[in-house]
C-alpha cells in the first residue's frame, strides 16, 4: 500500500523514507517520536507512542523503513500511529518507489539535457558546460532543486533547469538580440550550486556549506573552477598591449567565464532574497525572471493539489502570503511543465 491509499481505520506494512524523527517528551513523562514519513505518493504525519531500545536507529532520519502503523484522520488530515518497523536494506527498495520524482520520465530528461548541450555553438560556452558537468552531472540528475518550495523531489533540479532552458530557448525567438547559447547554457547551469548546498535527494537538508555559503556562492566556485582548467582566465596573464584587444579570443573565454559567474550570483534577482549583485547584463535579466516564472508556477501547482475548482488556496509564505483561486476552468488533470517530443520523435 502507499500513503495516498490510507483510509481512516487502516492497519498496514508501508515502505516510506523517514524525512525526520524528533524526540519528544509527554505530560506524563513518557518519551515519544513525531515522524514525517514519506514515499513516492506522498508523506504522512505520524507518532510512535510507545519508544524502545533501537528505535532510535530504526527510526532514523533518511532510513527506509517498513513501518506497521493505523491510520487515523484527525483535523481533516490523514496520520499514522507506528507501531514497529524495520530498516530495509538498499537492495530491498527503489529510489522511485520511496521518494517522489520529477513528472518527466529522467530518460526523458537526460535525452533532452544531450539534445541542449548539442545545440550550444560557441565553442567557448561548450566547453564549459561539459567541464562543469564532468564533474557534476551525476548529482544535478538525482538532486532535488529545493529542500521544500519547488521542484523538491528526485531529478528537480535537472526538471526545473531543462523547463528553464525551455522558457530561455523561445524567449531567445522572440528577443533575438539576446545570446541564445548564454541564455540556454546559463539556464541549465544556474542552479549547479545547489549538488553542493543540499544533501541529495532522501531526506534533503541544507549542508553546512550550503547554510553558511549558498547555492550562488558555490555555483559561481564550481564555475570559477571549471574556467581555471580550461585556463579561460589566461587572459590576465597577458601582456598590456595584447589584453587591450577586446576581439581576441583569449579575452572571450574570459568574458564567457565572468558572464557565467554573473548569472550564477545574481540570479535571484534581489539581495534580498540572496543575490549578491543585480542583473547587470541582458541574459542575466532574463535567467532571473525565467528562473522566478518556473518556480512560482511550481508552487502554485503544489498549492492547487487537493483543492477544489472554484476554492482558495492556504496563504502562500513564498507568494506574499497570498491566497490563490482556483478556476473552474482548471484542467482536471494538470500536464507537466516543459516542452515534450513530439510522437514522432
Known amino acids: 500500500m502507499k500513503i495516498s491509499a490510507l483510509r481512516d481505520g487502516d492497519r498496514t506494512l508501508l515502505r516510506v523514507v523517514v524525512k525526520d524523527c524528533k524526540k519528544c517528551v509527554s505530560n506524563n513523562g513518557k518519551n515519544y517520536f513525531t515522524l514525517a514519513l514519506e514515499d513516492a505518493s506522498g508523506s504522512l504525519d505520524a507518532r510512535k507512542w510507545d519508544v524502545n531500545d533501537g528505535d532510535s536507529d530504526i527510526f532514523a532520519k533518511g532510513n527506509f523503513v517498513e513501518v506497521d502503523l493505523s491510520a487515523n484522520t484527525f483535523d481533516k488530515k490523514m496520520q499514522g500511529k507506528v507501531f514497529g518497523g524495520r530498516v530495509l536494506r538498499i537492495d530491498e527498495v527503489s529510489l522511485d518507489e ?5 513528472p518527466i520520465p529522467l530518460v526523458e530528461l537526460h535525452n533532452k539535457c544531450k539534445a541542449y548541450i548539442a545545440e550550444i555553438e560557441d565553442p567557448v560556452v561548450l566547453d564549459l558546460v561539459k567541464c562543469v558537468f564532468n564533474k557534476f552531472y551525476k548529482k544535478y540528475r538525482e538532486w532535488p532543486a529545493a529542500v521544500s518550495n519547488h521542484h523538491n523531489y528526485l531529478h528537480g533540479l535537472l526538471y526545473h533547469s531543462l523547463t528553464m532552458a525551455d522558457l530561455a530557448r523561445e524567449v531567445a525567438k522572440i528577443y533575438p538580440a539576446l545570446n541564445r547559447d548564454i541564455l540556454v547554457a546559463g539556464a541549465m547551469l544556474h542552479d549547479i550550486g545547489k549538488t553542493l548546498e543540499l544533501s541529495g535527494p532522501i531526506a ?3 549542508t553546512l556549506e550550503g547554510k553558511l555559503v549558498g547555492h550562488l556562492v558555490l555555483g559561481q566556485d564550481i564555475v570559477r573552477e571549471a574556467a581555471n ?3 579561460y582566465f589566461d587572459f590576465d596573464t ?7 584587444d577586446k576581439t ?4 572571450h573565454k ?3 567565464a565572468v558572464i557565467f559567474e554573473h548569472i550564477l550570483i545574481s540570479h535571484h534577482n534581489q539581495p534580498e532574497f540572496g543575490a549578491a549583485i543585480r542583473p547587470l547584463t541582458r541574459e542575466s535579466q532574463a535567467i532571473a525572471m525565467i528562473d522566478d516564472i518556473d518556480a512560482k508556477m511550481m508552487i502554485l ?3 492547487y493539489e487537493g483543492i477544489e475548482k472554484g476554492e482558495w488556496t492556504a496563504k502562500i509564505y513564498s507568494m506574499d502570503n497570498r491566497y490563490f483561486y482556483k478556476p473552474m476552468y482548471t484542467k482536471d488533470e494538470e500536464e507537466p511543465a516543459g516542452t515534450r517530443p513530439s510522437k514522432d520523435e
Do not use: G, R
Not at 238 to 244: D, G, H, R
Not at 248 to 251: G, P, R, V
Open 238 to 244: 597577458l601582456p598590456e598591449e595584447e589584453q587591450a
Open 98 to 102: 520511496l521518494i517522489p520524482s520529477a
Open 204 to 206: 534533503t537538508s541544507y
Open 301 to 303: 501547482s503544489k498549492a
Open 254 to 256: 574570459k568574458e564567457v
Open 248 to 251: 581576441s579570443l583569449a579575452f
Open 229 to 231: 582548467e580550461l585556463h
